[in-house]
């Protein structure tokens, strides 16, 4: 695809459940960002990942929350046993070139809506 | 810490005239700066950044943005607002932790009347 997607679009679930929210990257980009969305605490980085590993994950707010990278491309951001402040639009972003390149843009998908309730 | 401001929660403008959305910045060493806009229900979509060099950059959809240091800010502009152009808009910086980690601001609601 041309840009970077995500799904679902809209996850409603109930507090306690598990959930899995997955990103598709650009094709070809070897850097994908988690960020998170919510009223309270605006755009807030959440993980990094180059290539299949995750050299920064000091953005993630709790060990409930966990992420993947398989094969370089798609990630999946796990989040166990939600609770209601976990209610956000989750968003990622890919971009081409690795580390602090002046060239390295962020690229975001649609981001996923989550409902804890 | 490296951190960028946005002052004004919304900004109004009618269409046709000039628009500036405000931001400002702090930051150790060069900054690197970005201005994205999101849609309602819609990601975040580039419009521009700063990286070196003029201090005027121009972006998509018209826009543009003037670094200037000796007031670290990195003000958004159009020179004809379009109603369409209503929407939130987010200046960045990417911090220099190793990679390109962005920090953003509170968000700007532009609002654009016919």
């Known amino acids: 695809g041309a840009g970077v997607s995500q799904s679902p679009s809209n996850k409603v679930t109930e507090k306690g459940k598990d959930v899995e929210l997955r990103c598709d990257p650009i094709s070809g980009h070897t850097a994908l960002y988690w960020y998170r969305q919510s009223l309270g605490q605006g755009l807030e980085f959440l993980i990094y990942?180059?290539?299949?590993?995750?050299?920064?994950k000091s953005g993630l707010p709790s060990d409930r929350f966990s992420a993947e990278r398989t094969g370089g491309s798609v990630s999946t951001l796990t989040i166990q046993r939600t609770q209601q402040e976990d209610s956000a639009v989750y968003l990622c972003?890919?971009?081409?070139?690795?580390?602090?390149?002046?060239?390295?843009?962020?690229?975001f998908g649609p981001g996923t809506r989550l409902l804890v309730l | 810490a490296q951190s960028v401001a946005q002052p004004e929660d919304q900004v109004n403008v009618a269409e046709g005239n000039p628009l500036t959305v405000k931001c400002t910045y702090s930051v150790s060493g060069n900054p690197y700066l970005f201005w994205y806009v999101q849609y309602p229900n819609r990601g975040l979509q580039f419009l521009l950044k700063y990286i070196t060099g003029d201090n005027l950059v121009k972006g998509s959809y018209g826009f543009e943005a003037e670094f200037n240091k000796s007031q670290t800010s990195f003000h958004l502009k159009k020179p004809s607002a379009l109603v369409s152009d209503s929407a939130l808009y987010f200046c960045?910086?990417?911090?220099?932790?190793?990679?390109?980690?962005?920090?953003f601001g509170t968000g700007t609601r532009l609002l654009v009347s016919p």
């Open positions: 960045a910086v990417r911090v220099n932790t190793g990679f390109q980690k962005l920090v």
């Open positions: 972003a890919s971009s081409l070139y690795p580390g602090l390149a002046r060239r390295e843009t962020q690229y």
């Open positions: 990942f180059q290539g299949n590993s995750a050299p920064d």
